[in-house]
């Protein structure tokens, strides 16, 4: 069920062969095997990987650590206990919170879906093993708003870990489990993400992974275009496109998440965290905290403390 074989070393290309925008890597599975895991992994607080995908359904468990995932058009803030569910295809990148220098710990496991579901299924066919996953759920699925998830992600992890007597049947059963709990889950309110890998979003991805490495710092729109060699009028166009905002609006959305990361696990002053994020004026980060979520950052924090 586990395979020693490591990730495919090469890397696909999608424009320039001198600029690496989109990642491909490659998983393979080996011979007769359906599930990858390379065990605990530390996503450090530093500059994040570039975006990239991968040809299975990634499944991820936080043990310690937060901070922010990019998920294709999306923005999630996470902490201890939620669980990722990344779906093949579709481009991530991941940023530690700023105060937390261990960056954070995380688990991973990569499922060949329809290979790993078949012998359950059976006669009832491949459409029934394409909807086990739910491809319209939240990409971070927090530990507080789905304890069930978050607690049946952590003992597969910890049957993949120990390999114990039957490991393998007892993990292939909670994770046959897991899948049919996120099929049941409510549909997202965006479920473009299958498709991004191969829309505009492509065009913008070096102003994607600029925003996620350098969000607490000044970002002009004329920074994000040079990275993405385009004019600003062709990347706004591409942003409203692909992320449904504008350059800046995705900055901002980027910043007040990573901000919730920080209110919620971290003990710094709410004036601190404003200028960690990259807001000078904590007015300004007031204002657009409240109109992104409705709420002050004090609020936010009394209402979310672990």
């Known amino acids: 069920m586990t395979s020693s074989t490591p990730k495919h070393a090469d890397t696909v290309q999608f424009r320039s062969p001198t600029v690496t925008e989109v990642v491909y890597e490659r998983i393979n599975f080996g011979a007769g095997l359906s599930i990858w895991s390379d065990g605990i992994t530390s996503l450090s607080d530093r500059p994040p990987s570039f975006l990239h995908h991968h040809n299975a359904l990634e499944i991820g468990y936080c ?92 003992e597969i992890f910890s049957e993949m870990l120990a390999c114990e007597d039957c490991f393998r049947a007892s993990a292939s059963g909670l994770i046959l489990s897991l899948l049919c709990k996120l099929r049941r889950l409510p549909m997202a309110e ?41 004019s600003e009028p062709q990347l706004r166009r591409l942003f409203i496109s692909s992320v449904g905002q504008s350059p800046l609006a995705h900055l901002t959305k ?22 960690r994020v990259g807001y000078a004026s904590p007015s300004s980060f007031y204002r657009h905290f409240f109109a992104e979520f409705g709420k002050s950052p004090r609020l936010w924090r009394k209402e979310n403390r672990a």
Not at 106 to 128: C, E, M, N, Q, R
């Open 254 to 275: 980027f910043r007040l998440w990573m901000a919730t990361a920080l209110l919620e696990n971290s003990e710094l002053s709410i004036l601190d965290i404003a200028g």
């Open 190 to 230: 965006e479920s473009a993400h299958a498709a991004v890998v191969r829309s505009p979003f492509i065009r913008i991805a070096p102003a994607l992974r600029l925003i996620a490495q350098h969000y607490a710092e000044e970002i002009a729109v004329s920074d994000m275009a040079d990275e993405c060699c385009l």
């Open 63 to 154: 043990y310690d650590g937060y901070g922010v995932f990019m998920v294709g058009p999306d923005v999630y803030s996470f902490g201890p206990g939620d669980v990722s569910i990344i779906n093949a295809g579709t481009p991530h990148i991941h940023r530690a919170g700023s105060s937390h220098a261990g960056g954070s710990r995380w688990d991973f496991i990569f499922i060949d879906s329809y290979t790993f579901a078949t012998p359950f299924v059976g006669h009832l066919g491949k459409s029934i093993v394409a909807e086990m996953c739910n491809p319209a759920c939240k990409s971070i699925l927090r530990q507080d708003e789905n304890p069930e998830i978050s607690a049946l992600s952590k």
